[in-house]
């Protein structure tokens, strides 16, 4: 039996396929777009591995494509029907174990199996790696801190995966309010790999929550060779570019990443780089700017994929998209569509992401459309603690946090407003958006002074 560079030994895996795994896990942990190839050289050399076919298998969920997943479910009942479980490693029996829970729907089981496996072998790249991306996609901030947090002891620091996993940390960290810690942590994965672009990504995230997207954008700049082009997180870290461009007022260069990067005629139609697209668009449909052109286009990209119930947050921003182009048929029947499989669907973790919080979510996107939007406020008041739920950064989510601000503010509940508005100017008082909507609700109470303070406020954050 051959045993990986940690000593862990690895099943049914010849030394042509470790090698081939280990370069898998290598391009897997940098976001490389030939991981899929890497993988699939793996099985090519030993089509029995279970290492290897644990990593095809998160492969097919990671990317959050309802079809990948059917597939990679296909695939490994296959691998299993012939799978004799007690001659596997202990290490090898978790990972099919949480693989096989994940495929099956159960995400939160195969997060608590990813855990202990972690807890048992905490130099399994792979598991800490999945189990990171589960988090994120649960919304899980502590666990998204904690797992890779907990594991890192245990590492050198001349090990050439110890900077991913301080990229991967680096977000825990931002996701769970330590901010300037999690920049200390980012910049010091980009230290030892600057082409490390889940570490960019991590530090990026520290500057968007505390209101510094003059120094995003340096930040971006100084090193646009390492992140923009040909990673798997290349379009990622464009939303993010375009986020603070839209903050700081520059809507012409936000449009030019838009067009270039987030969506256009070449765009692959990958969940993951719609979703981006449709929560910009959306932020500026807030902002009552007018983008019925790019919107139809981005409409026509979500129907063309044909989703069913697969991921609730997918939903929303696919909902978004129609409501955006006027399709208000379309948005309601998806509705229909997961109220129907909402009722007769019990067991997996995407029926509560939806019932809980996904179709609330959805409801008041099409009433804000429709500008009912005591409607959109009351859906989302219940939920607006608990979005993360349903997986998402907080950048992300913030775009249904702000539709509620939006709502309050256009059906005039001006108390609702002023109690939101307070939150969000205390937590991030650098924030143009928050003085912005701060002045529209004095002028809507009838204090000019106060309207004015705001502005001015929010013009000085937007140009510093």
């Not at 370069?23 to 699939?40: H, K, M, N, V, W």
């Not at 955006?324 to 569509?337: E, I, T």
């Not at 509560?352 to 179709?359: C, I, K, R």
């Not at 008082?429 to 529209?440: D, F, G, L, T």
Request: glycine share 8%.
């Amino acid at each position: 039996m051959t045993a990986d560079r940690h000593g862990y030994p690895m099943s049914d895996t010849g030394a042509e396929a470790l090698a081939h795994y280990e370069q898998a896990l290598d391009d897997l942990l940098f976001f490389r777009p030939r991981i899929a190839e890497t993988s699939e050289a793996v099985l090519a050399a030993s089509p029995r591995s279970v290492l290897g076919h644990s990593l095809a298998a998160y492969l097919g969920v990671l990317g959050t494509e309802e079809k990948d997943a059917a597939a990679a479910r296909d695939r490994f009942v296959r691998f299993r029907a012939g799978l004799d479980t007690e001659r596997l490693t202990p290490r090898e029996r978790m990972h099919v174990a949480a693989a096989t829970a994940w495929l099956d729907g159960d995400l939160h089981g195969a997060g608590r199996t990813l855990g202990d496996l972690t807890i048992a072998f905490p130099r399994d790249a792979l598991a800490l790696f999945a189990g990171h991306q589960h988090d994120f996609l649960t919304g899980d901030a502590q666990r998204l801190r904690d797992r890779v947090g907990g594991a890192l002891d245990a590492w050198d620091g001349d090990d050439p995966h110890h900077g991913p996993l301080l990229g991967m940390y680096a977000f825990g960290l931002e996701e769970s309010g330590h901010y300037e810690r999690a920049e200390e942590v980012g910049l010091a994965a980009l230290a030892q790999h600057p082409g490390d672009v889940w570490g960019i990504h991590g530090v990026v995230h520290t500057y968007e929550m505390r209101g510094r997207f003059t120094d995003g954008i340096r930040f971006l700049d100084a090193r646009t060779d390492d992140w923009s082009q040909g990673s798997l997180l290349t379009v990622h870290n464009w939303w993010h570019y375009a986020l603070y461009s839209l903050e700081i007022g520059a809507t012409d260069r936000v449009l030019e990443i838009y067009d270039a990067a987030l969506h256009h005629d070449a765009s692959a139609g990958a969940a993951m780089e719609l979703l981006d697209a449709a929560a910009l668009l959306w932020r500026l449909y807030l902002a009552q700017d007018d983008q019925s052109a790019r919107w139809s286009r981005l409409a026509d990209a979500w129907e063309n994929r044909q989703d069913g119930p697969h991921y609730a947050f997918n939903d929303a921003h696919a909902v978004m998209a129609y409501v955006g182009a006027g399709r208000f048929v379309q948005a309601q029947r998806l509705v229909r569509d997961r109220e129907t499989w909402v009722a007769a669907e019990s067991a997996v973790s995407n029926r509560a992401m939806t019932a809980e919080v996904g179709l609330p979510v959805c409801r008041a996107l099409i009433a804000y459309g429709q500008h009912d939007y005591d409607r959109a406020a009351d859906l989302l008041l219940p939920v607006r603690h608990r979005l993360n739920t349903f997986g998402g950064s907080h950048a992300q989510r913030d775009a249904i946090q702000r539709t509620l601000v939006e709502a309050a503010l256009r059906a005039g509940r001006a108390d609702l407003a002023r109690t939101l508005l307070s939150e969000r100017i205390q937590l991030r008082p650098v924030c143009p958006y928050n003085w912005s909507a701060k002045a529209r609700l004095e002028e809507q109470l009838g204090d000019p002074a106060r309207a004015a303070a705001a502005r001015e406020r929010a013009a000085a954050q937007a140009s510093a």
